[in-house]
């Protein structure tokens, strides 16, 4: 393992005060790798979401320690996409990946070449100008993460961006999202419910469990056969592996 983008020590976090006390994370320890894809899988609830909002320096820990890695700000230089494309409606779908630009340079002018190579890039360039009412669910949150990517962040959160498509148009969607990470280098955590998604996306994977949540398992995805990885992260839920073994692990609510 390389040098570490951000890494959480011995962090826990307590909602309500006094008698009405929620402890979410208990002792939660992690390291995020530089260029790497670290995905949290998790039960609803256990706190995936609330990982990812400490990582991004939108809410401190009641305890323990958060270190960034060298030169990397907290919401200057991270950036959180959620399930939901935010995409501006007035704006053509290259206006919207420009404001991205924009955000990053701090300028109302932005090089329209730059725009363009973002586009082909990520195989968006034939919706340049198409606005986001014209646009399937999937299309838009493509055009969501290459706007977060326009930014040029040193850490990508995604909470489950995915989660509102349909299957067909998830599956190809984690495929595009692998391979533009790879393309682009950027490093990445992110929230999931669904093992094949994980499995696709995912260098590192860590599963949380236990009350208050911690990491209770930590594979890296090159050193196993995909079978084998999936066997023992479904013995991580406490799920046995059967021919109906349904790979989203998670089904009902939000995560905390």
Known sequence: MGAAAVTLIDVTKVYGHRRRQRVVLGGLSLTVPVGAVTVLLGPSGIGKSTVLRI??????????????????????DIRLVFQEPSLLPWLTVADNVALGLRFRVNR????????????????????????????????????????ALATAPALLLLDEPFAALD????RNSQQWLRELVRDVGVTAVLVTHDLDEALTVGDQLLLLGGQPARVIGQWWVSEHEAAELRRN???????AETADAVPRLAFAGRDT
């Not at 890695?69 to 919401?75: E, H, M, Q, S, V």
């Not at 990520?122 to 606005?131: E, M, V």
């Open 108 to 147: 109302e002018r932005v090089d329209p070449s730059v725009v363009e190579q973002l586009l082909e890039r990520s195989g968006l360039r034939d919706l340049a100008s198409a606005l986001p009412s014209m646009l399937s669910g999937g299309q838009a949150q493509r055009v969501n993460l290459v706007r």
């Open 233 to 239: 992260v479904l013995e991580g839920y406490g799920v």
């Open 55 to 76: 990582l991004a320096g939108l809410e401190a820990p009641t305890s323990g320690e958060v270190q960034y890695g060298a030169g990397l700000i907290p919401r200057r």
């Open 167 to 170: 299957p067909p148009t998830r």
